[in-house]
């Protein structure tokens, strides 16, 4: 289930939708697409997994890096409403 996120978030959120939409990234691609430092950037990622608008899983050819993917606006904004209000599952 998504939760709400703060509007600082919603835009950096709303930035890397615009660039990757659906499509798997990693953390120096974020970096390049916000203009940002990686620490601000690693706090965002972080922060949007916690509250479930971001997937994360293992890079398939090195464990130690990571790559996400964007929930789409609608399947977030789906999540947060169907849950709390008991629509649509």
Not at 21 to 33: L, N, S, V
Request: glycine residues 6%.
């Amino acid at each position: 289930m998504t939760e709400p996120i703060p509007k600082w978030l919603m835009r950096k959120y709303a930035f890397l939708w615009n660039r990757f939409r659906e499509k798997e990234f990693d953390p120096r691609e974020a970096c390049e697409a916000l203009k940002d430092e990686e620490a601000t950037v690693s706090l965002a990622l972080s922060d949007m997994k916690k509250a479930v608008w971001l997937e994360v899983r293992i890079h398939p050819q090195d464990s130690h890096k990571r790559v996400y993917r964007l929930l789409s606006p609608q399947e977030g904004v789906r999540s947060m409403i169907g849950r709390k209000e008991g629509v649509g599952g």
